[in-house]
T-cell receptor, first 109, second 115 residues
Framework: EDQVTQSPEALRLQEGESSSLNCSYT??????LFWYRQDPGKGPEFLFT???AGEEKEKERLKATLTKKESFLHITAPKPEDSATYLC??????????FGQGTRLTINP | GAGVSQSPSNKVTEKGKDVELRCDPI?????LYWYRQSLGQGLEFLIY????????KSGLPSDRFSAERTGGSVSTLTIQRTQQEDSAVYLC?????????????FGEGSWLTVV
């Protein structure tokens, strides 16, 4: 069964304190690992897609990396506006995405 | 429009009533998805449409749930005889058809409360 597990469930950081979010997955045939950001009361906002082990992508203070079993979302020198829930999803052979439960990130000023 | 549009944004209904939720995908996107997100939970797949192919209904939780897509564009998710456990955010998403790496873009969701 295709499965995605995100850790930690919640993370509180001070502004400027770098950290990483983890997404572990088991999937029959990976055709993309996706990261989304979701603000309260909003739909998920696309951040990155990674396709193969060793691939990395960056956007502002965020950097996503991928191995054969997990992905990390690294947050460098975060700001309060980075506070959100970060969702990881995999796309197995079928078209649909399978999501993890998310990591709720809070950045304190 | 520029993004996926959903309506209504909020709906409060009485237990036992039927509700219809509408989704207008991004222009040109042939793939359309419905997901459900309960409070504090991850996204649960409901149904997927691709062009004229038979939809993937494998995620629909019961026969009270149905969806259709007219003219390859607008989709309606219908919940019959609503129950309190149906209270959730219903998210619609769309993507281009093609290799399965295409990005899926989400709407803002329809918040359903069953009282």
């Amino acid at each position: 069964e295709d499965q995605v597990t995100q850790s930690p469930e919640a993370l509180r950081l001070q502004e400027g304190e770098s950290s990483s979010l983890n997404c572990s997955y088991t999937v029959s045939g990976l055709r993309g690992l996706f990261w989304y950001r979701q603000d309260p009361g909003k739909g998920p906002e696309f951040l990155f897609t990674l396709y193969s082990a060793g691939e990395e992508k960056e956007k502002e203070r965020l950097k996503a990396t991928l191995t054969k079993k997990e992905s990390f979302l690294h947050i460098t020198a975060p700001k309060p506006e980075d506070s959100a829930t970060y969702l990881c999803a995999v796309r197995p052979g079928a078209q649909k995405l399978v999501f993890g439960q998310g990591t709720r990130l809070t950045i304190n000023p | 429009g520029a993004g996926v549009s959903q309506s209504p944004s909020n709906k409060v209904t009485e237990k036992g009533k039927d509700v219809e939720l509408r989704c207008d995908p991004i222009s040109g996107h042939t793939a359309l998805y419905w997901y459900r997100q309960s409070l504090g939970q991850g996204l649960e797949f409901l149904i997927y449409f691709q062009g004229n192919s038979a939809p993937d209904k494998s995620g629909l939780p019961s026969d009270r749930f149905s969806a259709e897509r007219t003219g390859g564009s607008v989709s309606t998710l219908t919940i019959q005889r609503t129950q309190q456990e149906d209270s959730a955010v219903y998210l619609c998403a769309s993507s281009l058809f093609g290799p399965s790496g295409n990005t899926i873009y989400f709407g803002e969701g329809s918040w359903l409360t069953v009282v």
